[in-house]
């Protein structure tokens, strides 16, 4: 029997022709991207469309399982199917290139491409992550001592974001050399509902001269805060040498107002005395002339008018008695 080798080698090659286009695919790598959110974002197909080709999006948190959207490139038409996504994509007529506008860190996962292309399907890989925007670090002087000094001039503070996503850091600088540094990844806790609180803590002493920074940062941005000590440490213990001193001028206030009542109150008691002795003298003592006590430091008005009344009654009695004589 012959066989023709020529015509099984050519069934051969067309058959594995058709098996390397069937497989045809840009290759099994994944291209990472990574966004900012609120931002827009680009995943592009990287290649020539073809007149009848048809294009497919898939979207999955952890494998693309479910159609974003579909592209017919001789009618020019999409079809939206996620409605999630709805609002957020559109495909570039031109490219095929999926473009994801104000995304969000839902969009977060895996994208897969595939054009539909007779004979062969081309499929392409992304793995998009969306990073959520960074606060601005907050440095706060801490109220309890420092741990690592019992000096009176050691000042403790903090440096705290808030609201952190995944991939975030929080780092101490001084000048250019890393201080400390601690990441969400560190605290081993789930970050999904963005509302983790990220401190770091640093001792400096009140007259360091040293340039001191506290850096928040995710693998896209950073926010820098520049520590003050002199504003920070100083003020606060400027605050507590007035409350003190407050303290001190109220007492003394309080004590100087107790002595001013009480010797107040003597001096009455003393004129309600020289007012009693008055009126005795008014009733009890003969029309003579007196000399004014030494000992009574105050003389009440009372007291000027008994006065003026026994020297009244001494001249009208001199006068009675001139009469008589003559």
């Excluded at 601690?182 to 803590?201: M, T």
């Excluded at 008691?269 to 006590?293: L, V």
Aim: include cysteine; glycine fraction near 4%.
């Amino acid at each position: 029997m012959h066989v023709d080798h020529l015509n099984i080698f050519k069934f051969i090659s067309a058959s594995q022709c058709v098996c390397l286009c069937c497989s045809g695919v840009f290759g099994d790598e994944v291209k990472s991207v990574s966004v900012m959110e609120g931002h827009s974002v680009t995943l592009h197909t990287d290649t020539e469309l073809h007149t009848h080709d048809v294009i497919e999006w898939m979207f999955g948190v952890q494998s693309p399982d479910e159609i974003i959207a579909e592209f017919y490139r001789e009618a020019n038409i999409t079809s939206f199917i996620n409605e999630r996504l709805k609002n957020h994509v559109e495909i570039d007529a031109q490219t095929g290139s999926l473009i994801i506008t104000n995304i969000t860190t839902q969009h977060t996962g895996r994208y897969q491409l595939e054009i539909n292309r007779k004979p062969s399907a081309h499929i392409r890989h992304f793995n998009l992550t969306v990073y959520a925007r960074l606060s601005v670090p907050v440095i706060s002087r801490v109220s309890s001592q420092c741990s690592s000094s019992s000096s009176s001039s050691c000042c403790c503070v903090l440096c705290s974001v808030m609201n952190v996503s995944h991939d975030v850091s929080v780092s101490w600088y001084k000048g250019k050399s890393l201080l400390s540094s601690i990441s969400v990844s560190d605290l081993n806790i789930s970050v999904s509902d963005l509302n983790i609180r990220l401190s770091l803590p640093l001792e400096v002493e009140y007259q360091d001269t040293n340039t001191y920074r506290c850096v928040v940062n995710n693998p896209i941005t950073n926010h820098t805060q520049h520590l003050h000590i002199t504003q920070l440490c100083h003020t606060s213990a400027g605050l507590t040498f007035v409350l003190i001193c407050c303290a001190v001028v109220g007492f003394l206030t309080i004590v100087t107002a107790l002595l001013i009542f009480y010797i107040s109150r003597k001096h009455r008691k003393t004129i309600n005395k020289d007012h009693q002795t008055g009126e005795e003298e008014i009733t009890y003592a003969e029309p003579t002339f007196c000399e004014r006590p030494t000992h009574k430091p105050v003389r009440s008005f009372m007291t000027d008018h008994v006065e003026l009344l026994q020297s009244f009654i001494q001249i009208n009695l001199r006068k009675i008695h001139l009469k008589l004589n003559s």
